[in-house]
């Protein structure tokens, strides 16, 4: 039994009847307890799977129709809803959190029998970009486990990456599908804001976050986004992106696109095997038909500094309900005035949740505000200024999803701003709403390299094509776990 096979392939050899459900299923399980020790991409493996698996077969061999997954097997970064399953965010705080119902992503995948193998590892509350943040251990990137794997969606892309399931959901509040998708070289895309619900998705910084797929292939980013996203009444940031097909037209290419290559995440802090990857891909794009030109984005230089205010100050105000009496965990009241009680419910939090949430409160505060908060939302609309500009005269952008190679374990975790500056070519996406994908591109001394292309809002469907003409260039070898 091959687990090493694309969504597409898979469901193709259900369909054929090559492969049954429970088969594969029950292989992918055996997969996880062999290679999970190591990777640690799952906080918990569903109970149920084979039971789901076994219902799929039984209406493909009765004949019944099935939905377009057929049974594929998904993670699902684990702040995320799923009906009665455990949703911890990683957190010590949501340790015995039973989500009441389903997001509307995880809704529309049973629909399409999906079945869910599990829930993913993350940084707690998808702040930070390593696993390492994760209250329950870090994940190690199958690349080299010794390395991390990328975050916040670590455990989504490491699962996807090591064969432990097929295709997987993340959430991309600043790069958290980008990053760990470039880490452990799969695909990850972040789409337009708006495209896909976030109900059901435990915010973080809801402005400017989106649930994004991780997937093997570009095609197979494609069918999830066609499963996944449109409007939903219960998320009034939705658009009407319901009619569009992202899988049909995908092999259309980029013959006579003009992309921009941003100056500004090219830079003195990109690694040189990072800038040689770009050359390369920029090489490959004007082969493929495309003409490239640098082009300058001056706020980009703002950008992650904006962004950790903006989010450090949504997270404080969606993260005030972890107060122990609406969401939390139990210890007796006796002993505590009000402010000590909540005070003592949130020590739960681990250090990077609540650095987030000492800045959010600071920054927005009477006094602070005109110094830290509105000054990062005039870069945010200056940006999506220049970005719309730029987008005027280009269809495309590119840039290496991140400056540097994968790192390795506890390098970066007691150094914040170091930290907070990988995010340096991912957050703009974020800030102006823009799709942004990252493709697997090259291997530098056994470590992935991730290609970023951003193109224009609900401009998703081109973004695609062009993502996969790049991914069509190169020839990457195994992941060699
Ligand atoms: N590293 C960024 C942060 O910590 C991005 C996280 C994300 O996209 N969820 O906020």
Known sequence: M?????????????????????????????RIS??????????????????????????????EKVGACYGMPIS?????????????????????????YDATVIQKLKQQDAVFVGKANLDEFAMGLTTE??????????????YVPGGSSGGSAASVSAFECVASLGSDTGGSVRNPASFCSVVGYKPT??????????????????????????????????????????????????????????????????????????????APEVLAATNDAVS????????????????????????????????????????????????????????????????????????RMIIGGFVPSAGQAGKYFLKALKVKSKLTREVGEVFERFDLLVAPTVPVLPFKKGEKIDDPIALFQVDLNTVTANLTGRPAVSVPFAI????????QLIADSNHDKMLLQAAYALEQTVNLPEVPI
């Open 193 to 270: 804001y708006g495209l896909i619900s976030r109900f059901g998705l435990i915010s973080y910084a809801n402005s400017i976050e989106q649930i994004g797929p991780l997937t093997r292939t570009v095609k197979d980013s494609a069918f999830m986004l066609n499963i996944i996203s449109g409007l939903d009444t219960n998320d009034n940031t939705t658009i009407d992106g319901n009619e569009q097909d992202f899988l049909s037209g995908i092999e259309y290419g980029i013959e006579g696109k003009k992309i921009g290559i941003i100056k500004e995440m090219v830079g003195e802090g990109t």
């Open 133 to 146: 943040f994760s209250a329950y251990g870090a994940s190690g990137n199958p690349w080299n486990t010794d």
């Open 284 to 355: 490959k794009l004007e082969g493929l038909g495309a003409t490239c030109e640098e082009v300058s984005l001056d706020m980009v230089k703002y950008s992650v500094a904006a962004y950790y205010t903006i989010t450090a100050t949504e997270a404080g105000s969606n993260l005030a309900r972890y107060d122990n009496l609406r969401y939390g965990y139990e210890f007796p009241v006796e002993g505590y005035e009000f402010n000590s009680y909540i005070a003592k419910a949130r020590r739960r939090f681990g250090p990077e949740v609540t650095r």
């Open 2 to 30: 091959n687990l090493k096979i694309s969504a597409l392939e898979y469901v193709q050899e259900v369909q054929s009847g090559n492969i049954s459900v429970e088969d594969y299923v029950s292989k992918t399980i055996e």
């Open 34 to 63: 062999k290679v999970d020790e190591k990777i640690h991409a799952f906080l918990s493996v569903s109970e149920n799977v084979l039971d789901q698996a076994r219902m799929i077969d039984k209406k493909v061999r009765s004949g």
């Open 76 to 100: 699902i970064k684990d702040n995320i809803c799923i009906k009665d399953g455990k949703t911890t965010c990683a957190s010590k705080m949501l340790e015995n959190f039973v989500a009441p």
């Open 444 to 451: 530098s001394n056994g470590l992935p390299i991730g290609m």
